[in-house]
């Protein structure tokens, strides 16, 4: 007899997570960034390229964001100082952040939540960006 294989779409796993999450609206997560938070930027350096970056965000691709962040981790970053560390999570428009925070919070890290509609919304609230200078390359932050 086979066991029976619980199917899930990629939407039943994203609203799983964000049940979980408090998510944050770009100012509330600019008001955390600035009581203390850890902003981290998870997107690609092609996407940050082409839309452009928060100042000040620490840099961790998803690839290797709980290596960075677990304070348990010989791979963390500095800040990756104990679990009850602020984590806001950033991607481009809120879903691959929402994915992240939740396994973070599965790590132990309590308070790690996301930016609801990610550096898009964040930009379209007005909030600080820095472009990409022409003919240049981004940034990029190695965390």
Same mark, same amino acid.
């Given at each position: 007899m086979t066991?029976?294989?619980?199917?899930?779409?990629?939407?039943?796993?994203?609203a799983e997570a964000r049940a979980r999450l408090h998510r944050l609206t770009p100012h509330e997560a600019w008001a955390a960034v600035e009581r203390g938070?850890?902003?981290?930027?998870?997107?690609?350096a092609a996407q940050r390229a082409a839309e452009g970056e928060v100042p000040d965000a620490v840099v961790i691709e998803r690839n290797v964001l709980? =290596? +960075?962040?677990?304070p348990a981790s010989a791979h963390r970053?500095?800040?990756a100082t104990?679990?009850?560390v602020e984590v806001v999570v950033l991607c481009s428009?809120?879903?691959t952040s929402s994915l992240a925070a939740a396994s973070l919070a599965d790590l132990g890290l309590?308070?790690?939540?996301?930016?609801?509609?990610?550096?898009?919304? =964040? +930009?379209?609230?007005?909030l600080p960006t820095a472009g990409v200078p022409?003919?240049?390359?981004?940034?990029t932050v190695h965390a």
């Open positions: 066991a029976a294989v619980r199917r899930r779409t990629i939407d039943d796993v994203l938070a850890l902003l981290v930027d998870i997107r690609p709980e =290596w +960075r962040l677990d970053i500095p800040a104990g679990y009850d428009e809120g879903y309590h308070r790690a939540t996301d930016v609801d509609g990610g550096f898009s919304a =964040w +930009r379209a609230a007005g022409v003919g240049g390359t981004a940034r």
